[in-house]
């Protein structure tokens, strides 16, 4: 028996509750984890409080990451005593996740966690900072230099904001960050962004074309945000877009597009092929500074008290990372 949160749902609604699970309980895989440590990101928050028809089967335990020690594998890749970690691939929302002591998974989901990392680092980083290096990744690949100009962070505060910032003033780049909480500029400056907007000046409609600003953007907002940010791209400039919190819609023009040449380059972090993965770890624990990784994280909570953490989560109380350690 080992503890886990459980999301159940029937006719008179949804619950969650920490439950006793039997191992024969876990579902269908071919390895399997002692898990050490979890996260809460917005996607568990969502499907922890059922705003949003995250999980896609019943019961499930929710937690698309998680970092542990392989204590059983049939997976040629993997053995007794390897430490791993997981981001995505549809685990929390269809298949059991991370937030219970145990996890029985598709050994191909896994990557070797990183000997820069523990586990509670790991997830300190979580899904949050693994999109945030893939963004990064994105603009490096593209070709934008620190040399081009500013790089606009979108949502600066949240978890792939945070690290986003982090890791490009470490790279080099001159960051600007947007948020609306602006009784958080010592905290963003502390992370290496050289200059602050409010966010309010980016949440609106705009025009479709504006004053070019910004080499490159990282987006995790979504909607008018979105928009803005690349109607105020420069020439040939690129945006990663990661996310959605403002919302899911794009209301903007080709005008970006077509006139200056401005990159909307996506970035999915759920199903991203492990090659991809691996470069987005190496980048982290490059560039990462660990010791500034810690004012990140915003808590470290247990199982318990992870349920109340979904809801703190989407109201925007949480500035950053919240580790879950499934073994309190």
Known sequence: MFS?????KDDAGQTVEVVQIEESQLPEGNVTVQVECSTMNYKDGLAITGSSPVVRKFPMVPGIDLAGVVCESSHPDWKEGDRVVLNGWGVGEAHWGGLAQKARLNGDWLIPLNSAFTSRQAMAIGTAGYTAALCVDALVNYGITPDQGEILVTG???GVGSVAVMLLAK?????VAATGKTSEEAYLKSLGASAIVDRATLSEKGKPMQKERWAGVIDSVGSFTLANACAQTKY????AACGLAQGADFPATVMPFILRGVALLGVDSVMAPKARRMAAWDRLAKDLDVSVLESVIAGEVGLADAVAAATDLLE?????????????
């Open 4 to 8: 886990g949160i459980q999301i159940n």
């Open 156 to 158: 600066a505060t949240g």
């Open 171 to 175: 790279a080099g780049y001159t960051v």
């Open 236 to 239: 040939c400039g690129a945006v």
């Open 316 to 328: 925007g109380k949480i500035r950053g990372r919240l580790v879950v350690d499934v073994n309190k």
